[in-house]
């Protein structure tokens, strides 16, 4: 069986403001094509802050084959930081199991200073992939081609290490990113050859196109509400200009993580920012 986890930060700018609330919401949907099942996790968590501004994250686990349990589920659901032993531990047969109980972790350490990267495939490759697969699909949508930054890839690349190092998932912290927008891949799976290229990643999260359709020229519905579409929205986000790439694999996972600057997904300006393909 192998696990694929997508996930998105939605952010605004904001100082460091204490939360006021937070709101979780759970969407699940499950498809068969061409004989093989896939079930998808969706989870929007809506945080409001002291001085009334609002910030979205979302989460999205794919479980390819049989589908999760209500404590497969549940266990994503209470934590952003779910490791490969946790999912492992987990029931995923149609039979009742009782999970591991899991304490969600609030914020992320910054990353080792001393964490070695171990990328078999140059960055500068892996890189110029990203890059390629990223302006291809943005000009479909008339949107300007981007850049490639070295410290966005190095940054990326850093917390990819990171999450593999530590066998986590999750986004980093704000202190880690400076504000950088942020998609995050993962795979998981038993085989030798297990790998994530730079141009599946790219296309994973674009794939929430179909998502989108209704949306164009207004502010989308809220996540949860709807499949998600964060990740595409950033891939394709008219005003970011910059973006960086990083991927490590080891012990049958494969994370990459993509750093963008600007940030997009900024809540009031999705009408501006994502245009419909020509």
Known sequence: MVFGILETKLSINKDIMSVESKSTKVGTSTKTVNGKTSTTVNVEETFTYSDGRTEVKTRELVVEGTPPTKEHIQAFVNSDDVNENDLKNLSLSSKSHQSKEIIPTKTHQKPPTNTPIKNEQPPGDFAEQA???HNGLRAKHGVPALTCAADLCAMAQKWADYLLANNLNGHSSDDHNLGAGENIAYRMGSMKDLDYSAKDATE??????????SYYGKEPPD????????????VVWKDTTEMGIGKARGNGRVVVVANYRPAGNFIGSYSQNVLPPH
């Open 131 to 133: 890059l390629k697969a």
């Open 204 to 213: 994973s999260w674009y794939s929430e196109i179909e998502n989108y359709g």
């Open 223 to 234: 996540f949860g509400q709807v499949p998600a579409y964060g990740h595409f929205t950033q």
